[in-house]
């Protein structure tokens, strides 16, 4: 991932968390959206499935995989997880930053030893709990690295970033060696889990290589396209059917991004021979970049949307990358999710859960003007076991507590599969926020699909930059060619906020136990989950196809409206 600056002792800066203070419930302003439920404009993408974390052995503990149960709950068999060090050479302790599975050593003479239990347990983990593999291939075997000592890092949260570029991070001693490890890693999991299950999985070759020589590739350019192809070739050669793509860059990856997709469209490839190398996805990381100004924390989401803006039209212009899959591999406020620092301090509250509805609704609009199959959009996040409770790092959940953030998913989960005009007088325009972020008024945008049976799924966010009080949003939420009888209709409204779907802010106002007893965690949990707005009516009257309901929504909440039939009975 980009490097950023860590800091030590983030408990000094919990006071900047992302819960502003209440403004004064008397000054609100109002918007007005607008649904035009029988106006269809394309399918309502959910790239949203995807995720991701640095330290793969965080998947196979107790509260790792209570969250890929809760991911792979999200769409059974459709979620996608992305992580590093699955080649790295260790006993498979979790650590900051690290992993390890041991899957290749080498006996006296030079021969190879394949160990595949560790990888096994990671990929179960997330299998049977409805999680499919995105497959970095990666990093390198200590056995295999030009430059092995010293190997495993020492990092944990506040020592300089640069302490993690060890000996895994180096090209390996021997190609051909590199493409047998990852030709017989491939075969095994055809074994083990069967063709027609691999073929679902994406595969692609290591992380960030751009950001070299002091980032996460120790070689040229050249050396990791070589790299790429003879990985590519391991893979093809046991499934030539498999899904196979990269090279998910730091960023849009600028020369370096030009230089791979010239190599992999009309380049020679190292390992066969033959002109280019397969490419049926191509990726890149985008990254926000939030800062603390007059103590209080400013997002920066306008840093992220225009990578992707950038990206998207480079792809754009390659006439043989015209409807390819593209995954943005890892999609985030900012850049390490293993640090901690006063401007990270958004993470536990509701900061994040409006920053992800407001750009991933962007991401979306962003696809659909340049025309890109946006497959994937990773969320670098997943959990730290056996941490403090909430302790600022970038994540789901915390000591198998969701975050608001992870009620964001599973309000797009319960989205429907067609996108629907709708529109907010007070949403800030795609161009506008591409030059300048959030800075002035208030975001209060709108996303909204139809189901089967004319149920239709309302998404509302109020987003700002600036992590401070604002007045309320009264929102007038107009509905019209609505395809459901006349009369009471069944009605939902999800909310996250400081009372709803917010464990963070429940255990807050708990005191911030250290260690909350039995009785604390399960109230806990309880208000971990996606909560329905208290109040709210249950049902709201359809007439001619026209409905209208009005709401209050505060500064960083997120609502999901649900209007007709339940989703039991579809």
Same mark, same amino acid.
């Given at each position: 991932?980009?490097?950023?600056?860590?800091?030590?002792?983030?408990?000094?800066?919990?006071?900047?968390?992302?819960?502003?203070?209440?403004?004064?419930?008397? #000054?609100?302003?109002?918007?007005?959206?607008?649904?035009?439920?029988?106006?269809?404009?394309? =399918?309502?993408?959910?790239?949203?499935?995807?995720?991701? $974390?640095?330290?793969?052995?965080?998947?196979?503990? %107790?509260?790792?995989?209570?969250?890929?149960?809760?991911?792979?709950?999200?769409? =059974?068999?459709?979620?996608?997880?992305?992580?590093?060090?699955?080649?790295?050479?260790?006993?498979?302790?979790?650590?900051? %930053?690290?992993?390890?599975?041991?899957?290749?050593?080498?006996?006296?003479?030079?021969?190879?030893?394949?160990?595949?239990?560790?990888?096994?347990? @990671?990929?179960?983990?997330?299998?049977? /709990?409805?999680?499919?593999?995105?497959?970095?291939?990666?990093?390198?075997?200590?056995?295999?690295?030009?430059?092995?000592?010293?190997?495993?890092?020492?990092?944990?949260?506040?020592?300089?970033?640069?302490?993690?570029?060890?000996?895994?991070?180096?090209?390996?001693?021997?190609?051909?060696?590199?493409?047998?490890?990852?030709?017989?890693?491939?075969? &095994?999991?055809?074994? /083990?889990?069967?063709?027609?299950?691999?073929?679902?999985?994406?595969?692609?070759?290591?992380?960030?290589?751009?950001?070299?020589?002091? $980032?996460?590739?120790?070689?040229?350019?050249?050396?990791?396209?070589?790299?790429?192809?003879?990985?590519?070739?391991?893979?093809?050669?046991?499934?030539?059917?498999?899904?196979?793509?990269?090279?998910?860059?730091?960023?849009?990856?600028?020369?370096?991004?030009?230089?791979?997709?010239?190599?992999?469209?009309?380049?020679?490839?190292?390992?066969?021979?033959?002109?280019?190398?397969?490419?049926?996805?191509?990726?890149?990381?985008?990254?926000?970049?939030?800062?603390?100004?007059?103590?209080?924390? /400013?997002?920066?989401?306008?840093?992220?949307?225009?990578?992707?803006?950038?990206?998207?039209?480079?792809?754009?212009?390659?006439?043989?990358?015209?409807?390819?899959?593209? @995954?943005?591999?890892?999609?985030?406020?900012?850049?390490?999710?293993?640090?901690?620092?006063?401007?990270?301090?958004?993470?536990?509250?509701?900061?994040?859960?409006?920053?992800?509805?407001?750009?991933?609704?962007? %991401?979306?609009?962003?696809?659909?003007?340049?025309?890109?199959?946006?497959?994937?959009?990773?969320?670098?996040?997943?959990?730290?076991?056996?941490?403090?409770?909430?302790?600022?790092?970038?994540?789901?959940?915390?000591?198998?507590?969701?975050?608001?953030?992870?009620? +964001?998913? /599973?309000?797009?989960?319960?989205?429907?599969?067609?996108?629907?005009?709708?529109?907010?007088?007070?949403?800030?325009?795609?161009?506008?926020?591409?030059?300048?972020?959030?800075?002035?008024?208030?975001? +209060?945008?709108?996303?909204?699909?139809?189901?089967?049976?004319?149920?239709?799924? +309302?998404? +509302?966010?109020?987003?700002?930059?600036?992590?401070?009080?604002?007045?309320?949003?009264?929102?007038?939420?107009?509905?019209?060619?609505? #395809?459901?009888?006349?009369?009471?209709?069944?009605?939902? &409204?999800?909310?996250?906020?400081?009372?709803?779907?917010?464990?963070?802010?429940?255990?807050?106002?708990?005191?911030?136990?250290?260690?909350?007893?039995?009785?604390?965690?399960?109230?806990?949990?309880?208000?971990?989950?996606?909560?329905?707005?208290?109040?709210?009516?249950?049902?709201?009257?359809?007439?001619?196809?026209?409905?209208?309901?009005?709401?209050?929504?505060?500064?960083?909440?997120?609502?999901?409206?649900?209007?007709?039939?339940?989703?039991?009975?579809?």
């Amino acid at each position: 991932m980009t490097r950023r600056p860590c800091f030590l002792g983030l408990s000094l800066s919990l006071a900047l968390v992302g819960s502003p203070a209440r403004a004064d419930e008397s #000054a609100t302003f109002p918007v007005a959206i607008h649904v035009q439920a029988d106006r269809v404009t394309g =399918p309502l993408r959910t790239f949203w499935r995807y995720f991701g $974390g640095d330290e793969p052995n965080y998947t196979t503990m %107790k509260d790792g995989q209570k969250l890929l149960g809760q991911l792979g709950e999200l769409a =059974p068999d459709r979620v996608y997880f992305r992580t590093h060090n699955l080649l790295n050479t260790g006993d498979g302790t979790a650590a900051f %930053k690290w992993g390890s599975t041991d899957a290749y050593h080498e006996d006296a003479n030079g021969n190879p030893r394949y160990n595949w239990t560790g990888i096994d347990r @990671i990929f179960d983990s997330g299998l049977s /709990r409805g999680v499919r593999p995105l497959v970095e291939i990666g990093f390198m075997p200590e056995a295999l690295s030009i430059e092995p000592a010293p190997y495993r890092h020492a990092w944990r949260p506040g020592f300089p970033y640069e302490m993690i570029y060890t000996g895994w991070r180096m090209p390996p001693t021997d190609y051909a060696k590199w493409e047998e490890l990852v030709y017989q890693w491939t075969k &095994h999991c055809v074994e /083990r889990y069967g063709a027609a299950e691999v073929e679902q999985w994406w595969w692609e070759v290591w992380n960030e290589a751009n950001n070299q020589p002091d $980032g996460y590739w120790g070689g040229t350019p050249e050396e990791f396209f070589k790299l790429h192809d003879y990985a590519i070739a391991g893979v093809r050669r046991a499934l030539p059917t498999a899904r196979v793509g990269g090279p998910h860059t730091a960023g849009h990856g600028g020369a370096f991004m030009e230089g791979f997709l010239e190599h992999a469209l009309h380049g020679t490839n190292y390992a066969t021979g033959e002109q280019g190398t397969p490419l049926d996805f191509v990726a890149f990381h985008a990254k926000g970049s939030p800062t603390v100004v007059d103590d209080h924390i /400013r997002m920066g989401i306008a840093n992220q949307l225009r990578t992707i803006d950038t990206a998207f039209a480079r792809f754009a212009s390659y006439s043989e990358l015209r409807d390819i899959p593209v @995954i943005i591999g890892e999609s985030d406020p900012e850049g390490c999710a293993a640090c901690q620092g006063p401007q990270l301090a958004y993470r536990n509250g509701t900061m994040y859960s409006s920053y992800t509805a407001a750009s991933f609704a962007r %991401k979306h609009d962003l696809a659909d003007r340049y025309q890109t199959n946006l497959e994937g959009a990773v969320t670098w996040a997943f959990t730290f076991e056996d941490q403090p409770y909430f302790a600022g790092f970038r994540q789901l959940a915390s000591n198998g507590l969701s975050l608001p953030v992870l009620n +964001v998913f /599973r309000m797009f989960a319960k989205m429907g599969p067609d996108r629907i005009a709708a529109t907010s007088n007070h949403e800030v325009a795609l161009d506008a926020i591409l030059r300048d972020g959030v800075r002035g008024d208030a975001d +209060v945008g709108v996303l909204a699909s139809r189901a089967p049976q004319g149920r239709i799924t +309302v998404l +509302v966010w109020h987003y700002h930059d600036d992590d401070i009080s604002g007045p309320d949003a009264t929102v007038t939420l107009a509905l019209d060619g609505l #395809a459901l009888a006349d009369g009471p209709q069944p009605f939902t &409204h999800y909310r996250i906020d400081q009372t709803h779907s917010n464990s963070y802010a429940a255990w807050l106002r708990m005191g911030s136990p250290i260690a909350p007893d039995y009785e604390q965690y399960q109230a806990l949990e309880a208000a971990s989950e996606l909560s329905a707005l208290q109040g709210s009516p249950a049902v709201v009257n359809v007439e001619s196809g026209h409905a209208s309901v009005v709401f209050s929504l505060p500064r960083q909440g997120v609502s999901l409206l649900v209007l007709g039939p339940a989703e039991s009975s579809l």
